[in-house]
């Protein structure tokens, strides 16, 4: 029978248990082993029975045990240190404290930063998140909270979540999606002081409302706000906005991204009221989902102060950050305009926003956008003052994508960073890994970039050991795993005593594991199905793969990839020797890395922004074998990993593919099968892990989350709060004659030119010391120097008479002549041989400009013009 109303009892906890509550609702037990201990004490096989889950272990203890606890002594001495613990990690000062005083003093660090992002994926026991972009989220919030950062995560409470993936019988994926109630998750509601839940209000057209309650999630120091849809006070249909993750038709999603955007800056706005905590500075939005969120901002200067839209437009972006994850157009968010303009127009047009200026921002103005089309990543940059990629590889992709934007510039100088994403160790990081590295370091190296070095002293007999625990470990899960996946093919018992011996604790264990789009080539590896099945079966050197992946559900031609990899694994001469285990996520993860010894990643370069997994799996010391793309194409230096050439400029897919999947057949079987087996008299194979210890030298203070944390603080969260309170200060007037500045530059330019270039001080062959006189007649219109700066770009040319990697230095105005040219001057000192080329230009200059880039202005001499000395000008 079908219950007809459905409500969860919690727990009620006697007083001496009561900082089990505390303990169980802050999900920093998430990456603190100690406090899962002490959750797996009160009942170990309760808690394996709930998938480790603190707030499901005491919904599902006995009143009487919890009874008997509440009187044991020993038990209550542990639960007070652990509350203490987290008590001192909760209020200790950490290495955002010591950096100028925060938001109180005009240069201190941002008072508080709202961090948006679709999806997070912090625990398994918390699953609203689907791959990548949201474990990076969890990840940058659990690196914030270990940092001090004051982060505000701000999401979308997804009712199922994202799909649960089975098999069916002949491989084919299945998709659940179990209902999640948010009583029995790690959440509170964010609520009045009257007992009230706050809730927040957004408008859609026709008069219709969408409201949305606040549910919290504690992640250690950082609160986590989710708004959740599914409430009496909406009509069915927007009860269902929040259903779940990245379904439904394009208008469901764009009612998912205005709550997210929208809803999330009244829902800071109103937990920040209820609490105190400190208004953001800074808003960073997690790729263009959020976007909506400086639309909000700009509605509310315009409400708050009556800034007209370039003024407020000018406030909100010196404090947003944009960052864009992926150089797949598939991956980026575009919307029909029409349905934009349904949705910020008609009535439920905003004061101060009008939607013709909405359509505007997301509008694809670049040879080959589409005027249809309204797009959240170019929405995205122009409302953020600060972008950057995810890698230095997909920061230069970007800037070549985003071009477009910005013409007349080199990509070189579109205004789009890179900070390279990393992971959290303390989450990642096997414990046994955790346990001998502090056996024989010391406990800090995963929370600090140094003391790295040190692993080169741990013993080779240690490190081969803890390896092969490690692979044991994970060839036990997956017995399991494959077990319960042929159980739900309908196999019976008989069926599957060879799921017994399927993968084996001492062959070398290759790992493959993503979501399924096409151009991370899953089945790349089946490319030679023979080849592969050599590999598999080497009588002598054998190789063994783990594979996991879940397919988008409207993506069928990746389902069609999941079977065909589950169909080779079928096999009964193969099956134990590859496997697929379906329903990746955190908690197979945790398993998967570093039970591996090598982790294979052949993304279709360079669609692969960065790319985390295998920063997890190296910090477990398990060996890289990837395409030199994303963080990879970085870091990789020669002997922590392999790379798998690409054959980067065949056009012909089907080519490219093979001869890729030839190049990884040949690596796998020559480098890194024979430097496995190669074994000393000793047993060990020292080679390989001479390159484990330097795979953690090298990477281990790199791919740390830590390190990107610090990076965002310093090089994006903290500019752009100083940014933003010179917007602020004086009642705004930073952005109301930044705004009227912009606005009386962009009707100038087209008087701008470079009008004439003189060089001197050379002669006919010019010698490394001499000293380059330039002599440079622009044209202003009505701007004056001081709104411009002149610039001469030098350097080595090429062929094409490009110059590469030129460096920039400013010329001086020296007078008006009668024609009212300005005329400057500089020099340039020759310092090196070899072909050498200059040019000038014109760009705007401000004070509150972030980058001279940012208006897209830019005047260079017409073709041919100033050509002197014989020296190429371009
Ligand atoms: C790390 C992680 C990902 C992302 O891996 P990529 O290498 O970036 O594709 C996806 N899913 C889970 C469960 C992860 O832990």
Same mark, same amino acid.
């Given at each position: 029978?079908?219950?007809?109303?459905?409500?969860?009892?919690?727990?009620?906890? $006697?007083?001496?248990?009561?900082?089990?509550?505390?303990?169980?609702?802050?999900?920093?037990?998430?990456?603190?082993?100690?406090?899962?201990?002490?959750?797996?004490?009160?009942?170990?096989?309760?808690? !394996?029975a709930?998938?480790?889950?603190?707030?499901?272990?005491?919904?599902?203890?006995?009143?009487?045990?919890?009874?008997?606890?509440?009187?044991?002594?020993?038990?209550?001495a542990?639960?007070?240190?652990?509350?203490? %613990?987290?008590?001192?990690?909760?209020?200790?000062?950490?290495?955002?404290?010591?950096?100028?005083?925060?938001?109180?003093?005009?240069?201190? /660090?941002?008072?508080?930063?709202?961090?948006?992002?679709?999806?997070?994926?912090?625990?398994?026991?918390?699953?609203?998140?689907?791959?990548?972009?949201?474990?990076? /989220?969890?990840?940058?919030?659990?690196?914030?909270?270990?940092?001090?950062?004051?982060?505000?995560?701000?999401?979308?409470?997804?009712?199922?979540?994202?799909?649960?993936?089975?098999?069916?019988?002949?491989?084919w994926?299945?998709?659940?999606?179990?209902?999640?109630?948010?009583?029995?998750?790690?959440?509170?509601?964010?609520?009045?002081?009257?007992?009230?839940?706050?809730? *927040?209000?957004?408008?859609?057209?026709?008069?219709?409302?969408?409201?949305?309650?606040?549910?919290?999630?504690?992640?250690?120091?950082?609160?986590?706000?989710?708004?959740?849809?599914?409430?009496?006070?909406?009509?069915?249909?927007?009860?269902?906005?929040?259903?779940?993750?990245?379904?439904?038709?394009?208008?469901?999603?764009?009612?998912?991204?205005?709550?997210?955007?929208?809803?999330?800056?009244?829902?800071?706005?109103?937990?920040?009221?209820?609490?105190?905590?400190?208004?953001?500075?800074?808003?960073?939005?997690?790729?263009?989902?959020?976007?909506?969120?400086?639309?909000?901002?700009?509605?509310?200067?315009?409400?708050?102060?009556?800034?007209?839209?370039?003024?407020?437009?000018? /406030?909100?972006r010196?404090?947003?950050?944009?960052?864009?994850?992926?150089?797949?157009?598939?991956?980026?968010?575009?919307?029909?305009?029409?349905?934009?303009?349904?949705?910020?127009? &008609?009535?439920?047009?905003?004061?101060?926003?009008?939607?013709?200026?909405?359509?505007?921002?997301?509008?694809?103005?670049?040879?080959?956008?589409?005027?249809?089309?309204?797009?959240? #990543?170019?929405?995205?940059l122009?409302?953020?003052?600060? #972008?950057?990629?995810?890698?230095?590889?997909?920061?230069?992709?970007?800037?070549?994508?985003?071009?477009?934007?910005?013409?007349?510039?080199?990509?070189?100088?579109?205004?789009i960073?890179?900070?390279?994403?990393?992971?959290?160790?303390?989450?990642?990081?096997?414990?046994?890994?955790?346990?001998?590295?502090?056996?024989e *370091?010391?406990?800090?190296?995963?929370?600090?970039?140094?003391?790295?070095?040190?692993?080169?002293?741990?013993?080779?007999?240690a490190?081969?050991?803890l390896?092969?625990?490690?692979?044991?470990? @994970?060839?036990?899960?997956?017995?399991?795993?494959?077990?319960?996946?042929?159980?739900l093919?309908?196999?019976?018992?008989?069926?599957?005593?060879?799921?017994?011996?399927?993968? %084996?604790?001492?062959?070398?264990?290759? &790992?493959?594991?993503?979501?399924?789009?096409?151009?991370?080539?899953?089945?790349?590896?089946?490319?030679?199905?023979?080849?592969?099945?050599?590999?598999?079966?080497?009588?002598?050197?054998?190789?063994?793969?783990?594979? #996991?992946?879940? /397919?988008?559900?409207?993506?069928?031609?990746?389902?069609?990839?999941?079977?065909?990899?589950?169909k080779?694994?079928?096999?009964?001469?193969?099956?134990?020797?590859?496997?697929?285990?379906?329903?990746?996520?955190?908690?197979?993860?945790?398993?998967?890395?570093?039970?591996? %010894?090598?982790?294979?990643?052949?993304?279709?370069?360079?669609?692969?922004?960065?790319?985390?997994?295998?920063?997890?799996?190296?910090?477990?010391?398990?060996?890289?074998?990837?395409?030199?793309?994303?963080?990879w194409?970085?870091?990789?230096?020669?002997?922590?990993?392999?790379?798998?050439?690409?054959?980067?400029?065949?056009?012909d897919?089907?080519?490219?593919?093979?001869?890729?999947?030839?190049?990884?057949?040949?690596?796998?079987?020559?480098?890194?099968a024979?430097?496995?087996?190669?074994?000393?008299?000793?047993?060990?194979?020292?080679?390989?892990?001479?390159?484990v210890?330097?795979?953690?030298?090298?990477?281990?203070?790199?791919?740390?989350?830590?390190?990107?944390?610090?990076?965002?603080?310093?090089?994006?969260?903290? $500019?752009?709060?100083?940014?933003?309170?010179?917007?602020?200060?004086?009642?705004?007037?930073?952005?109301?004659?930044?705004? !009227?500045?912009?606005?009386?530059?962009?009707?100038?330019?087209?008087?701008?030119?470079?009008?004439?270039?003189e060089?001197?001080?050379?002669?006919?062959?010019?010698?490394?010391?001499?000293?380059?006189?330039?002599?440079?007649?622009?044209?202003?219109?009505? @701007?004056?120097?001081?709104?411009?700066?002149?610039?001469?770009?030098?350097?080595?040319?090429?062929?094409?008479?490009?110059?590469?990697? &030129?460096?920039?230095?400013?010329?001086?105005?020296?007078?008006?002549?009668?024609?009212?040219?300005?005329?400057?001057?500089?020099?340039?000192?020759?310092?090196?041989?070899?072909?050498?080329?200059?040019?000038?230009?014109?760009?705007?200059?401000?004070?509150?400009?972030?980058?001279?880039?940012?208006?897209?202005?830019?005047?260079?001499?017409?073709?041919?013009?100033?050509?002197?000395?014989?020296?190429?000008?371009r």
């Amino acid at each position: 029978m079908r219950a007809i109303r459905r409500f969860t009892v919690r727990t009620v906890l $006697p007083a001496p248990l009561e900082p089990l509550g505390q303990l169980a609702m802050n999900l920093r037990w998430s990456w603190h082993a100690e406090t899962r201990d002490l959750f797996e004490s009160i009942d170990p096989e309760t808690w !394996a029975a709930v998938g480790q889950d603190p707030v499901r272990l005491l919904g599902a203890v006995p009143t009487d045990k919890l009874a008997a606890l509440a009187e044991d002594r020993r038990f209550l001495a542990r639960l007070t240190v652990a509350a203490g %613990d987290l008590n001192d990690y909760l209020t200790g000062a950490r290495w955002y404290q010591s950096l100028p005083e925060p938001g109180s003093t005009p240069d201190g /660090a941002p008072a508080a930063i709202a961090y948006f992002s679709p999806e997070f994926g912090i625990t398994a026991a918390l699953p609203q998140y689907s791959g990548g972009l949201g474990i990076l /989220a969890g990840d940058h919030l659990k690196a914030a909270s270990d940092l001090g950062v004051p982060i505000i995560g701000v999401g979308l409470l997804y009712r199922h979540g994202y799909f649960r993936q089975s098999l069916s019988r002949d491989g084919w994926q299945q998709e659940r999606y179990p209902l999640l109630d948010p009583n029995e998750l790690p959440l509170t509601l964010v609520r009045h002081p009257d007992g009230t839940p706050a809730r *927040i209000l957004i408008g859609l057209p026709g008069g219709r409302e969408l409201h949305a309650r606040i549910w919290k999630a504690q992640v250690g120091r950082v609160p986590l706000l989710l708004l959740d849809s599914d409430i009496e006070e909406n009509e069915p249909f927007e009860r269902e906005v929040t259903d779940r993750l990245y379904g439904g038709t394009s208008e469901h999603r764009l009612h998912q991204e205005m709550l997210l955007g929208i809803g999330g800056v009244r829902a800071v706005r109103e937990f920040c009221a209820l609490t105190g905590h400190p208004q953001p500075e800074v808003f960073h939005t997690n790729e263009g989902h959020a976007g909506f969120l400086g639309v909000e901002r700009i509605r509310e200067y315009h409400e708050s102060s009556g800034l007209d839209f370039d003024a407020a437009l000018e /406030a909100v972006r010196a404090g947003t950050v944009f960052t864009t994850h992926t150089p797949v157009p598939a991956g980026i968010d575009r919307f029909d305009r029409e349905l934009i303009a349904r949705h910020f127009g &008609g009535d439920n047009e905003a004061p101060g926003v009008p939607v013709e200026r909405v359509l505007a921002l997301g509008a694809e103005t670049f040879p080959g956008g589409e005027p249809g089309v309204f797009n959240m #990543a170019v929405m995205g940059l122009r409302l953020a003052q600060r #972008a950057n990629g995810v890698s230095e590889l997909h920061g230069h992709v970007s800037q070549g994508m985003f071009a477009g934007l910005w013409p007349g510039f080199d990509p070189a100088e579109v205004p789009i960073g890179s900070i390279t994403n990393g992971v959290h160790a303390p989450t990642w990081v096997d414990r046994d890994v955790l346990e001998l590295a502090a056996r024989e *370091i010391g406990p800090e190296l995963t929370e600090e970039a140094h003391g790295w070095t040190a692993i080169e002293q741990i013993p080779a007999q240690a490190v081969w050991d803890l390896r092969r625990t490690l692979r044991a470990k @994970l060839v036990t899960e997956a017995r399991v795993r494959l077990r319960d996946s042929w159980r739900l093919r309908g196999a019976g018992d008989a069926e599957l005593g060879w799921t017994e011996h399927a993968l %084996d604790p001492d062959v070398l264990t290759i &790992g493959f594991a993503r979501r399924v789009p096409s151009y991370k080539r899953l089945t790349l590896m089946l490319r030679d199905k023979e080849r592969l099945r050599g590999l598999l079966l080497h009588p002598t050197r054998p190789i063994q793969i783990v594979v #996991a992946g879940k /397919a988008h559900p409207a993506d069928e031609g990746g389902k069609r990839l999941v079977q065909e990899l589950v169909k080779f694994s079928d096999q009964e001469d193969v099956r134990h020797r590859i496997v697929f285990l379906p329903d990746y996520d955190i908690a197979m993860a945790q398993h998967l890395y570093p039970g591996c %010894d090598v982790w294979l990643n052949n993304p279709l370069r360079p669609l692969e922004a960065c790319g985390t997994s295998g920063m997890k799996a190296a910090l477990n010391g398990c060996l890289n074998l990837s395409i030199l793309d994303g963080w990879w194409d970085e870091w990789y230096d020669g002997s922590n990993g392999w790379a798998i050439p690409t054959a980067d400029g065949v056009e012909d897919p089907d080519r490219r593919d093979d001869l890729e999947a030839n190049a990884l057949y040949d690596l796998v079987e020559h480098n890194v099968a024979a430097r496995f087996y190669d074994r000393g008299p000793d047993g060990l194979p020292s080679r390989w892990l001479e390159m484990v210890r330097h795979t953690l030298v090298s990477l281990g203070p790199k791919v740390l989350a830590s390190r990107m944390v610090k990076d965002y603080v310093d090089s994006l969260y903290a $500019p752009a709060a100083l940014g933003a309170r010179s917007m602020a200060a004086d009642e705004l007037v930073g952005a109301k004659t930044l705004a !009227a500045w912009k606005a009386e530059v962009r009707g100038a330019w087209p008087q701008v030119r470079v009008d004439h270039v003189e060089s001197g001080g050379i002669g006919d062959a010019p010698e490394v010391g001499n000293t380059l006189d330039l002599r440079v007649f622009v044209s202003l219109g009505d @701007l004056r120097p001081s709104d411009v700066e002149v610039q001469v770009v030098h350097g080595r040319v090429d062929g094409a008479d490009a110059i590469v990697d &030129g460096a920039v230095a400013p010329l001086k105005p020296v007078r008006r002549d009668e024609h009212g040219r300005w005329f400057y001057e500089g020099s340039l000192a020759l310092d090196r041989t070899g072909p050498f080329g200059y040019t000038v230009r014109v760009m705007p200059a401000h004070a509150l400009l972030a980058t001279p880039a940012e208006l897209g202005l830019i005047a260079v001499p017409a073709d041919g013009e100033g050509v002197a000395d014989g020296l190429p000008l371009r």
